[in-house]
């Protein structure tokens, strides 16, 4: 998949379906590499790519970063208490999603 230029304001839209360096995602996230590859470890946003010279981020996983940036950020949570925390609220969604299509 050809790689697009990100946009470089926070507020314009991303396609989620975009694929990201390690430089631009870093950028996008405001995080230094260092804290990417914590992430990635922490099983926080996962990388396509065999190894950190191809990696290739998804867009969509920019969101999740912001997210468990802010879980620490404000309550003070570590990085594998934000992994869990987006797991959870992974589920809830998907709870939420077949819980509608069962009212509807």
């Known amino acids: ?8 304001l926070p507020g ?11 430089a631009e995602f870093c950028r996008l996230c405001r995080l230094p590499a260092e804290e990417v590859l914590e992430l990635v470890d922490e099983g926080i946003v996962e990388p396509v790519g065999r190894n950190r010279t191809t990696w290739r981020f998804r867009a969509a996983s ?3 970063v912001r ?5 620490r950020r404000d309550l003070g949570v570590n990085w594998p208490g934000a992994a869990l925390a987006l797991d959870l609220l992974d589920e809830l969604q998907a709870v939420r999603v077949r819980l509608r299509r069962l009212e509807g």
């Open 1 to 8: 998949m050809k790689t697009q230029t990100p946009p470089s």
């Open 12 to 22: 314009e839209l991303l396609d989620e379906a975009m694929e990201l360096t390690l």
């Open 67 to 71: 997210c468990a940036v802010q879980l």
């Open 62 to 64: 920019v969101r999740r």
